[in-house]
């Protein structure tokens, strides 16, 4: 056969295995990888929400990517992640298989187990102990905290991350475990929860280890597998410690003792009407601590952030303080219908910077299409929470800047009460199962800081303000929070130094009453 009948063949039959090859369908569009690996070496594993924004920006509301084989495909878009993660949520509600996750938690963190009835059980009873119904029982440690919170910031504005710190520890141990006030950060039961809570955010990290993006090296042999030994190692360690919090809490239920509402009173109460064993319930407290406390501290960090960069906004949330509360108490929550820009201050600084920037993956249960793309079963889709937040069709073409106007109507009420606002607690039946307690700790603390103190920058040699940049932030895996900074903080009016002193010496009195911290 001639040499040229030869290559004819040759590239006949090369064409024939590419085509077979070939998707059948359209993938979204997004950045050209390599072989084998794909896009794997383009992922950013420090401040993803930023690539992926402007991935975003240059392929649309939905972005393709192949990482050595998986697909992932970035939601940059509210409509494309509200069609398919809301509109779609029974397809799109399974999780992604981080390995190491998976193995430093037995698989037992509700946030990423895979939907069956183990995760109903655990969501039904989240629900039932915290949801709007419930998360009035919290008001009480919430308003005592913020009272402690704005107290330590008035007169130590230099620990104020701290203050705020403890306060998130506080409020999240006395929710969950009926703990008393936190004296300080270096609680043995804080310190082990905030170690869980930085291991989580480490291991959650798309690409963050090579067994993730490789899921083959799974099967090697443990001694040859450093990660899992670790994984192995922090697993045994964080279950004994949730299961002997949770104990605590359910002997004391079954011998009748004395408590205020909590979520493991709630868990230990209803345990065996809603069949959940003693692992599940002490996982599924540890996790909510972890979710409960990062947030709402991170929230809490950005909202300094924003006072001190956003003068004219503290004033006119302390105009609106002045005029509903006055001068003579502290806010409560029965002000919170009247405090629209307070609650709109909130909605703000959820959506400018959220904790958590690109949100969890959803996984497909099944092959999909949108708008004539082709989504494979097994999809990794990430909400790039970050994206949506600032998406111009909702938030028009400023949504890189802060702005709180921007949730209320000409009246300056709220535009919609029911309507987040932002899409940071998440979509679907994976939406945030504690935003309504979240979001009564944080009115709370807003308005009782704004409310007592002034909160301004520090002055250089010239008299001039230091302000941190706008734009600066520091990464903690998956979470974000503002860099270091310092401020000045000064009572509002000669009475407000002398109330919130007042308010906290009784906070203090009542919790050395209590018998356990006799």
């Not at 910031?153 to 403890?166: F, G, K, P, T, Y």
């Not at 409310?451 to 600066?472: C, F, N, R």
Request: contains cysteine.
């Amino acid at each position: 056969m001639p040499q040229w009948d030869i290559l004819a063949l040759v590239l006949v039959v090369l064409s024939g295995l590419y085509l077979l090859k070939r998707p059948r369908h359209r993938y979204p569009p997004g950045p050209r990888g390599i072989p084998i690996l794909g896009n794997a070496l383009q992922l950013d594993t420090v401040k993803p929400w930023h690539t992926f924004t402007k991935w975003g920006k240059v392929y649309g509301p939905i972005t393709y990517l192949n990482v050595a084989g998986q697909s992932m495909v970035i939601l940059n878009s509210k409509k494309a992640a509200e069609d398919l993660l809301v509109g779609r949520s029974s397809k799109y509600c399974d999780r992604h298989r981080f390995i190491v996750l998976e193995e430093t938690t037995g698989n037992s963190n509700i946030a990423f187990i895979r939907p069956g009835e183990r995760w109903r059980k655990m969501r039904r009873a989240t629900d039932h102990a915290m949801g709007i119904k419930a998360s009035s029982n919290f008001r009480r440690t919430q308003a005592n905290e913020s009272i402690i919170l704005a107290h330590g910031i008035l007169n130590e504005a230099d620990l104020w991350r701290s203050h705020v710190e403890r306060t998130s520890s506080s409020i999240a141990l006395s929710m969950i475990y009926d703990k008393p006030p936190l004296q300080s950060l270096d609680d043995p039961s804080v310190v082990f929860m905030n170690s869980f809570v930085d291991r989580i955010a480490k291991v959650a990290i798309p690409g963050n280890y090579i067994v993730d993006i490789l899921p083959i090296l799974e099967k090697l042999p443990l001694c040859l597998s450093q990660w899992k030994q670790e994984a192995q190692r922090e697993f045994k360690r964080f279950t004994s410690r949730f299961e002997e919090m949770f104990l605590e809490v359910k002997k004391k239920v079954a011998s009748g003792h004395e408590q205020y509402p909590s979520f493991c009173v709630t868990l230990s109460e209803n345990q065996t009407k809603q069949n959940m064993s003693d692992s599940d319930c002490a996982w599924l407290a540890g996790a909510l601590y972890s979710a409960g406390h990062e947030t709402t501290a991170t929230t809490m960090l950005w909202f300094i952030f924003s006072m001190i960069l956003f003068p004219e906004t503290q004033k006119r949330a302390q105009d609106e303080l002045d005029r509903v509360v006055g001068s003579s108490r502290l806010p409560s929550f029965s002000d919170l219908k009247h405090l629209p820009y307070i609650q709109a201050i909130l909605k703000e600084i959820l959506r400018w910077r959220p904790a958590v920037p690109t949100g969890l993956p959803h996984i497909p249960i099944e092959d999909d299409f949108y708008d004539g793309y082709f989504i494979p079963k097994g999809t990794m889709c990430i909400p790039c929470i970050w994206a949506i937040n600032r998406d111009p069709d909702v938030y028009g073409l400023d949504g890189d800047n802060f702005r709180p106007e921007r949730h209320l109507d000409q009246n300056s009420h709220l535009k919609d009460e029911t309507n987040e606002g932002h899409v940071t607690y998440g979509f679907g039946q994976r939406t945030c199962a504690g935003r309504y307690v979240a979001n009564n700790s944080l009115f709370i603390q807003m308005a009782t800081v704004l409310w007592t103190m002034k909160l301004e920058p520090l002055k250089d040699s010239k008299g001039q303000p230091v302000v941190p940049d706008v734009d600066a932030e520091e990464a903690n895996g998956i979470f974000t929070r503002p860099p270091p900074f310092q401020f000045t903080a000064s009572p509002r009016f000669p009475d407000s130094e002398a109330l919130i002193q007042q308010a906290r010496d009784e906070i203090m009195q009542e919790v050395l009453s209590r018998p356990e911290v006799l």
